[in-house]
């Protein structure tokens, strides 16, 4: 790995099933919106099937204060594990880093009625003077725990 590479990692405990929290990332995208309104304005399917490997999603989405654009292709779908791999192929994010993936996966506790999330950003910066996307994975942190509470508030 390159000094330009590496990799963060957050863990944390939601009351969010490890199956529901999967399906919203996995096949249902475009209800996080609805979920986390002041961090997702948009998310469309631009080409493909929502639940499906190679399928373009476009987010429209809040980062550090900025109204930002991310086009992202879902690179894997793991429904036994529940994880999910995404790969930014457009978008703001890559004005500062030459690859950036996301791999988000739920494992169930307590009978699956609660789940421990564990984000992934795997990233290559353009420059040494880029800064590790630290904030990616802090809005990533956030939106789970969004969703988590609006299907806890319901």
Not at 5 to 29: D, N, T, V, W, Y
Not at 69 to 98: P, Q
Not at 108 to 129: F, M, N
Request: hydrophobic letters at 35%; aromatic letters at 6%.
């Amino acid at each position: 790995m390159s000094l330009l590479s590496g990799k963060l990692e957050a863990c944390f405990a939601i009351r969010l099933p490890a199956s529901q929290h999967h399906e919203i990332f996995s096949a249902r995208p475009h209800h996080v919106s609805n979920m986390a309104p002041g961090k997702v304005n948009n998310c469309a399917v631009h080409q493909g099937d929502l639940g499906q490997k190679g399928t373009i999603i476009e987010w429209d989405y809040i980062h550090e204060g900025e109204q930002k654009l991310a086009k992202e292709i879902i690179e894997e779908i793991d429904d036994v594990n529940f994880s999910t791999t995404f790969k930014v192929i457009e978008g703001d994010v890559l004005k500062e880093y030459k690859e950036l993936k996301l791999v988000v996966k739920a494992t169930p506790q307590s009978e699956d009625t609660t789940s421990i999330i564990h984000w992934t950003v795997e990233y290559e910066k353009l420059s040494e003077e880029t800064p590790e996307p630290i904030s990616v994975l802090h809005l990533l942190v956030h939106l789970s725990k969004d969703i988590d509470d609006h299907h806890a508030n319901k």
